[in-house]
T-cell receptor, first 113, second 114 residues
Framework: KAGVTQTPRYLIKTRGQQVTLSCSPI?????VSWYQQTPGQGLQFLFE???????NKGNFPGRFSGRQFSNSRSEMNVSTLELGDSALYLC????????????FGPGTRLTVT | GENVEQHPSTLSVQEGDSAVIKCTYS??????FPWYKQELGKRPQLIID?????GEKKDQRIAVTLNKTAKHFSLHITETQPEDSAVYFC?????????????FGAGTTVTVRA
């Protein structure tokens, strides 16, 4: 089975811009979760989508949003980028959701200048 | 919301010795506790998990123990090898407002000295 893929792998944006990241889960997985990884804050849960519906949400501002398509592919959007949004954004797919093994993608490295 | 604390932040052990990482959590309703290993430049991978109806789980050289009363769980790696060098994250599934989320500890960088 192909693993979780994320595009793009690297991205440089300017403050105030918006960005869309994409995640393709393992075939058959209906749950996609998004995480932000930074050296200071570690891994922080953004949200989880299951069957095209947001099922769980972490403690991030409304500038962070997402969606999931009928083929389980998911996108994450960050609007009005801030310097502090610079991070590695990881998505993970699983069969049942956050109580199941999370298979992580390689991540998208976002740099905001 | 759930708060997970992980100690120590760094751990250096001699090859063949044991390594122990401890995590505490705040939400008494948490019922799922996975451990992930992240090697340098790679994605996190699940190494072991435990659910609240079990006190201990073992998988070869790795074991996890859970004390629900004290709200802490630990990862034990025995007979450490150089390939065990990585960052280890604990996590707990807990409630956040009306949702659930997986809260991660800050990570422990384990270095196994040959």
């Amino acid at each position: 089975k192909a693993g979780v893929t994320q595009t793009p792998r690297y991205l440089i944006k300017t403050r105030g811009q918006q960005v869309t990241l994409s995640c393709s889960p393992i075939s058959g997985h209906r749950s996609v979760s998004w995480y932000q990884q930074t050296p200071g804050q570690g891994l922080q849960f953004l949200f989880e989508y299951f069957s095209e519906t947001q099922r769980n949400k972490g403690n991030f501002p409304g500038r962070f949003s997402g969606r999931q398509f009928s083929n389980s592919r998911s996108e994450m959007n960050v609007s009005t980028l801030e310097l502090g949004d610079s991070a590695l954004y990881l998505c993970a797919s699983s069969l049942q959701g956050i109580v199941d093994e999370q298979y992580f993608g390689p991540g998208t490295r976002l740099t905001v200048t | 919301g759930e708060n997970v604390e992980q100690h120590p932040s760094t751990l250096s052990v001699q090859e063949g010795d044991s390594a122990v990482i401890k995590c505490t959590y705040s939400d008494s309703a948490s019922n799922y506790f996975p451990w992930y290993k992240q090697e340098l430049g790679k994605r996190p991978q699940l190494i072991i998990d435990i659910r609240s109806n079990v006190g201990e789980k073992k998988d070869q050289r790795i074991a996890v123990t859970l004390n629900k009363t004290a709200k802490h769980f630990s990862l034990h790696i025995t007979e450490t090898q150089p390939e065990d060098s990585a960052v280890y994250f604990c996590a707990a599934k807990g409630r956040f407002r009306n949702d659930y989320k997986l809260s991660f500890g800050a990570g422990t960088t384990v270095t196994v000295r040959a």
